[in-house]
C-alpha cells in the first residue's frame, strides 16, 4: 500500500473526532510495518493523550523500526501532556510521514526537526491538502487568533427564506435538517441575533440519532430583549451567552444569570469583527452562524465570512417583500462583491447543498489562506 492510503487512514480517524478536541485539532495516526497495520488512534479530547500516544501504545514493542503516519507534525514541547516527538524517538520508529506542519509557534518545525536529528527519516506533505481541510479551523485560529466562521442558510430555488407573511417551516425537507446538527456537533459555538430567539424560540441544540456535542450558544442582542422564558435561556442544554451593549443595567441583567450556564456579556460594539476578537480570546476555535438576514448581513460586510453553507429546496416562494438571506445594505457595485470559489455540491434528500468560500483573491479580507 501507498504512503497516501496510510495517510488517509489516518485521516479518516482525524475526521472522526472533528468537533470535540477544540482548541486542539482534531489528529490521527497510524503504525504501519511490512504492510501491517500495528496500531491506530486519534487525538479524542483536549488535554487528553493526542493520536501518536493512542497508536504507539497500540503498536508497543512491534514500533520498533516502523512506520508511523500522522495527520499534522507531532508536537515537540510540553504541554498538558508530553511531547509525542519524544515518544516517536524512544519507540524506535524508523520512518514518520507527516502530512503538514503545524502552525503553532510551540511546534511549526521543531517537532520535524526532532526526530531528523534522531536519525527518523520524515517525509512531509503526503496529502497535505486534504489534511489542511480537516484542520481549516485551527489553521485560521492559530494565525488570525479568532475562530473560524461558517455561515448556514436554508433558502428556496428563488432565494427566499420565508413567505411575504414571515412562514419558514419547512423550508428544506427533513435529511438537510439533519445535516444541520452535524455541523453543530463540529463547532465549538452556534451564533444567532435576537430576532431570531423572539420568532422562532428555538433550542440551538444538537440533535441527532446518536447523540451529539452542544455547542455554546451565543445570542447577539444589544438592548437584552431576549425572552426570560426562551429556550436557551432556560432548558440548560447548553451554556448560552448573551452579547449585549454597555448600558445594559445589572438590574436588567440579574434574572437572566439566576439561570445557570447563562452568562450575559456586555460590549463596546456588536460589530461581527469585536466579537469574534473576543470569542478567540475565550479560546473559541469554530463558529456556526445561523442568525437572520441582518446578523449573515453584518458578516459578510465585514468580511468575516469562511465558508457558506447553503441549502437550496425545490420550491418557488415568489414575492417582492419575501425575505432573503442576507440583509443589510449590501455592496455598492459588482467589482465589491464577495467572489466565491463553489468546493461542494450535492444533494441532500431532495434538497442541493452548497458549500462554498471566498476565493483567493479575496483571502486578504476574508483570512482564509
Same mark, same amino acid.
Given at each position: 500500500m501507498s504512503d497516501e492510503y496510510y495517510m488517509q487512514l489516518a485521516l479518516n480517524l482525524a475526521k472522526s473526532v472533528s468537533g470535540q478536541t477544540s482548541p486542539n485539532p482534531p489528529v490521527g495516526s497510524?503504525?504501519?510495518?511490512?504492510?501491517d497495520i500495528l496500531g491506530f488512534g486519534a487525538h479524542l479530547k483536549a488535554g487528553e493523550a493526542h493520536a501518536e500516544v493512542h497508536a504507539l501504545q497500540m503498536a508497543d514493542e512491534k514500533a520498533k523500526d516502523a512506520t508511523i503516519y500522522v495527520t499534522l507534525e507531532p508536537?515537540?514541547?510540553?504541554?498538558?501532556?508530553? *511531547?509525542?516527538?519524544?515518544?516517536?524517538?524512544?519507540?524506535?520508529?524508523?520512518?514518520?510521514?507527516?502530512?503538514?506542519? #503545524? *502552525?503553532?509557534?510551540?511546534? $511549526?518545525?521543531?517537532?520535524?526537526? +526532532?526526530?531528523?536529528?534522531? @536519525?527518523?527519516?520524515?517525509?512531509?506533505? /503526503?496529502?497535505? +491538502?486534504?489534511?489542511? $481541510?480537516?484542520? =481549516?479551523?485551527?489553521?485560521?485560529?492559530? =494565525?488570525?487568533?479568532m475562530p473560524y466562521v461558517t455561515v448556514k442558510s436554508a433558502v428556496s430555488l428563488d432565494g427566499k427564506t420565508?413567505?411575504?407573511?414571515? #412562514?419558514?417551516?419547512?423550508?428544506?425537507?427533513?435529511?438537510?435538517? =439533519?445535516? /444541520?446538527?452535524h455541523y453543530r456537533h463540529m463547532h465549538d459555538a452556534i451564533l444567532v441575533g435576537v430576532n431570531t430567539v423572539i420568532n422562532d424560540n428555538p433550542s440551538l441544540t444538537t440533535r441527532l440519532p446518536n447523540g451529539g456535542k452542544n455547542p455554546l450558544r451565543i445570542i447577539l442582542d444589544t #438592548?437584552?430583549?431576549?425572552?426570560?422564558?426562551?429556550? /436557551?435561556?432556560?432548558?440548560?442544554e447548553a451554556d448560552t451567552?448573551?452579547?449585549? @451593549?454597555?448600558?445594559?443595567? +445589572?438590574? =436588567?441583567?440579574? *434574572?437572566?444569570?439566576?439561570?445557570?450556564?447563562?452568562?450575559?456579556?456586555?460590549?463596546d460594539s456588536l460589530d461581527p469583527g469585536t466579537v469574534l476578537k473576543y470569542l478567540g480570546s475565550k479560546r473559541i476555535m469554530s463558529l456556526f452562524v445561523e442568525g437572520g438576514a441582518a446578523v449573515?448581513?453584518?458578516?459578510?460586510?465585514? @468580511?468575516?465570512?469562511?465558508?457558506?453553507?447553503?441549502?437550496?429546496?425545490?420550491? !418557488?416562494?415568489?414575492? +417582492?417583500?419575501a425575505p432573503?438571506?442576507?440583509?443589510g445594505t449590501g455592496f455598492k457595485?459588482?467589482?465589491?462583491? !464577495?467572489?466565491?470559489?463553489?468546493?461542494?455540491?450535492?444533494?441532500? @434528500?431532495? #434538497?442541493?447543498?452548497?458549500?462554498?468560500?471566498p476565493r483567493k483573491d479575496d483571502a486578504d479580507v476574508y483570512g482564509n489562506h
Open positions: 497510524v503504525v504501519i510495518k511490512n504492510g508536537c515537540s514541547h510540553h504541554g498538558k501532556t508530553p *511531547p509525542c516527538a519524544d515518544l516517536i524517538i524512544e519507540k524506535g520508529i524508523s520512518r514518520a510521514v507527516i502530512a503538514v506542519t #503545524d *502552525p503553532n509557534e510551540k511546534v $511549526a518545525g521543531r517537532g520535524i526537526e +526532532k526526530l531528523r536529528t534522531a @536519525g527518523i527519516r520524515v517525509e512531509l506533505g /503526503v496529502l497535505q +491538502k486534504e489534511a489542511m $481541510a480537516v484542520n =481549516r479551523a485551527f489553521f485560521h485560529y492559530t =494565525r488570525t487568533k420565508a413567505t411575504h407573511t414571515g #412562514d419558514s417551516k419547512w423550508i428544506t425537507g427533513e435529511a438537510a435538517r =439533519r445535516d /444541520v446538527h #438592548d437584552l430583549r431576549t425572552p426570560l422564558d426562551a429556550n /436557551v435561556v432556560t432548558d440548560g451567552w448573551i452579547i449585549t @451593549g454597555t448600558h445594559i443595567s +445589572k438590574e =436588567r441583567t440579574a *434574572p437572566f444569570i439566576k439561570n445557570t450556564g447563562v452568562s450575559i456579556i456586555p460590549l449573515n448581513g453584518s458578516f459578510l460586510e465585514s @468580511g468575516k465570512i469562511n465558508q457558506l453553507v447553503q441549502y437550496m429546496a425545490p420550491k !418557488l416562494i415568489g414575492g +417582492k417583500d432573503s438571506s442576507i440583509a457595485t459588482m467589482a465589491e462583491t !464577495l467572489s466565491l470559489a463553489i468546493t461542494n455540491v450535492e444533494m441532500i @434528500g431532495e #434538497d442541493i447543498k452548497i458549500i462554498a468560500e
